[in-house]
Structures are given as structure tokens and as C-alpha cells.
């Protein structure tokens, strides 16, 4: 039997993903959610002490634009971008045998759990 050689999923990519990060991400990836959130906080009040009532206003359309957001994804009026470059196929792990030819997933009895998960920020 010849020798098959095994196709993956995704073309491999020349630099790792962690090289390919902006400085700005690099930033926002070393501070926790609640320091943001404090850090906000300490703006926002600074900003209302300065301009009075008027400084809410950015946060209320931030907070109507994501709300509008979710719901033009939920109603399929707009694309949703966090499934992009999900893989929605179900694939199977191949192992050589013992000749080392790729015939069939399953053929012998291994079980591989393949865990991952994805924050959408």
C-alpha cells in the first residue's frame, strides 16, 4: 500500500501567533478586566466632574451601539463576525500504523480529547 500523505486543516503559518501581536495588545493583555474597569471608572468621573451631565453621553451610545450590535447579529442583519475561521466540520484525528500509512481515522482503539476555547474580545 502507498504511502498517503496527511492534509491538514490549515496551512501552517511562518511566525508564531504570540509574535504577531500589536504593542497595543500587548498592553491591554497585561492588565486584568476589573483594573480596566476601575481605570474607566476613574476617567469617567473625572470626565463628569469636568463636564457635567454631558460626560455620559459616550458611555450611553457605547452601551446602545454594542446592544444594537448583539441584536443585528442575533436577527441576521449583520454578519457575525465571531464564528470567522471557525472550523464547523467535524474532522477526525489520523494515525499512522504501524507501516506508517495514514488509511482510515478510527482504526485503532485511541481516544484524543481536544480541548480549546476562544474569547471573543
Known amino acids: 500500500m502507498e504511502k498517503k500523505s496527511l492534509q491538514g486543516l490549515q496551512q501552517p503559518t511562518s ?64 454578519h457575525n463576525h465571531y464564528l470567522d475561521n471557525v472550523i464547523e466540520t467535524k474532522h477526525a484525528v489520523v494515525f499512522p500504523d504501524r507501516d506508517g500509512n495514514y488509511n482510515k481515522p478510527g482504526q485503532d482503539e485511541v481516544c484524543v480529547f481536544h480541548i480549546g476555547a476562544r474569547v471573543n474580545s
Not at 451631565?53 to 444594537?68: D, E, M, Q, S, W
Request: charged share 15%; hydrophobic share 55%; glycine share 8%.
Open 15 to 78: 511566525k508564531p501567533a504570540y509574535e504577531k501581536l500589536a504593542p497595543v495588545a500587548l498592553l491591554r493583555d497585561q492588565l486584568d478586566v476589573t483594573t480596566w474597569v476601575t481605570l474607566g471608572a476613574i476617567v469617567q468621573g473625572l470626565l463628569f466632574l469636568v463636564a457635567g451631565r454631558t460626560a455620559l453621553i459616550p458611555a450611553v451610545a457605547y452601551i446602545l451601539f454594542k446592544v444594537g450590535d448583539a441584536y443585528a447579529i442575533r436577527t441576521g442583519l449583520k
